[in-house]
């Protein structure tokens, strides 16, 4: 390691949290800034193959990222929130990644945590681990594999991650080879963050904030067709890569806790978007799951079954208490609008009062510090509360590989 390069990973040494602290610096100190996040939630069935409550026992749990910008000195942040009892984590390695759950030979780089190869993450707590001199480039795609030796338990995961995760029996940490890793599913599991540090840091690391649409829901597996990962393509083709941390969940709501679909907007936007390193923009787009889940009948699922009825006086006040968090902490919010849902299971016209009525808000009242107008530039022509079948995932509510570049290319002018 050049020996200016290693004198920095020193002084950055002081600078991680040790192995109890409960969570990363505040937003905009350190040097550290966010390349790429997920939203932890608590163990829940999801709707295919999900390890999060059963957890792990002898495994190796690896998990494959794409992150957004980049730098020499890199670190990964594993959070045991939903956990009631420490998570031992035997050993963490970073690599490259290849094909599938292969990675690029020679690249595997064991992480440490206060010096140590192993550590154990309190209940309700975060880790992060030592700098590591792995330089990352804008989009790279790495890799992160923990090896659990004792049983876990529950664990605390990111549902929808519209990306594949693979388990092996044993300890693969190391492997370059995907032989081993014999089982997948389409979560993600205590990775709660990348960071990258050794430029000089700026505040202007962007959160997307919202539901299914913001986490890329029945975008490409694999792909990395979300939104927010094409605003990062897009900001990265101009020369201006920069953090993009998405803080979507599929099913999140402003208003309602959710047992399986996260904490109220209102409730995890702290953790999920102003404890994030450097954020200095939150993008803002929820309520559609407020207003559609209050047209469903109750029922004995807790997860999906009716929710209360919300006016758009409420939502509003959801939005405005999102707005004063944000800036409170000098961060500038940016609305927007919801996108038409005509057609979609949980669709009505008095909901559709309510989108109107909040997106009526959203665009003129000038609290939000800048607006992007996704009701309008999703539309379908000639019919403005359906969205444009060019865009359509093929649910009325969700938008497809081509729907989320086309959120991207409108909000990143919002940023300029």
């Not at 876990?152 to 693969?172: E, M």
């Not at 959801?318 to 669709?347: F, M, N, S």
């Not at 008095?350 to 009526?360: C, F, K, Q, S």
């Amino acid at each position: 390691m050049p020996a200016v390069l290693a004198a920095v990973v020193a002084a950055l040494a002081f600078a991680v949290p040790p192995a109890g602290a409960s969570g990363p610096p505040g937003p905009g100190t350190g040097p550290w800034t966010g390349t790429w996040a997920a939203a932890m939630m608590r163990p829940s069935p999801g709707f295919g193959p999900n390890w999060s409550e059963e957890g792990f026992a002898d495994h190796t749990l690896r998990q494959v990222v794409r992150v957004s910008t980049g730098g020499a000195l890199a670190r990964v942040r594993l959070s045991n929130a939903y956990g009631t009892t420490p998570l031992r984590i035997t050993g963490v390695t970073l690599a490259r990644a290849a094909d599938g759950a292969a990675v690029r030979p020679g690249t595997v780089r064991h992480l440490t945590f206060r010096g140590s190869r192993s550590v154990a993450v309190p209940p309700g707590g975060e880790v992060a681990s030592d700098p590591a001199a792995f330089g990352v480039r804008p989009l790279d795609t790495l890799t992160v594999s923990l090896y659990f030796a004792e049983p876990t338990g529950p664990a605390t995961q990111h549902l929808f991650a519209s990306a594949t995760s693979y388990r092996a029996g044993g300890d693969h940490r190391s492997d370059a080879g995907s032989g081993a890793f014999t089982e997948t599913t389409e979560s993600w599991y205590y990775l709660a963050g990348v960071d990258v540090a050794g430029a000089v840091p700026r505040r202007d690391a962007i959160a997307a904030f919202g539901d299914s649409i913001t986490d890329g829901a029945l975008s490409t597996v694999d792909g990395n067709n979300r939104y927010p990962d094409e605003l990062a393509e897009l900001l990265a083709a101009r020369g201006k890569p920069r953090g993009v941390l998405n803080a979507g969940i599929g099913g999140n709501r402003v208003l309602t806790d959710s047992p399986c679909l996260g904490e109220k907007a209102t409730s995890r936007f702290h953790e999920d978007v102003l404890d994030e390193p450097r954020v200095g923009t939150v993008l803002v787009l929820e309520g559609i799951n407020d207003i559609g889940f209050s047209a469903l009948p109750p029922g004995e699922d807790p997860c999906f079954s009716g929710g209360p009825e919300v006016t758009a006086e409420q939502l509003i006040a959801g939005h405005r208490e999102l707005i004063r968090q944000a800036h409170r902490h000098g961060v500038k919010a940016i609305g927007l609008t919801l996108l038409p849902y005509k057609g979609a299971d949980y669709y009505t016209p008095e909901g559709e009062a309510v989108r109107d009525a909040l997106n009526h808000w959203i665009r003129t009242s000038g609290e939000y510090d800048a607006v992007v107008d996704l009701d309008r530039i999703m539309a379908a022509p000639g019919d403005a509360d359906l969205l444009d079948p060019a865009y359509d995932s093929g649910d009325n509510l969700h938008p497809n590989d081509a729907g989320y570049h086309a959120m991207a290319r409108a909000v990143v002018s919002a940023l300029r």
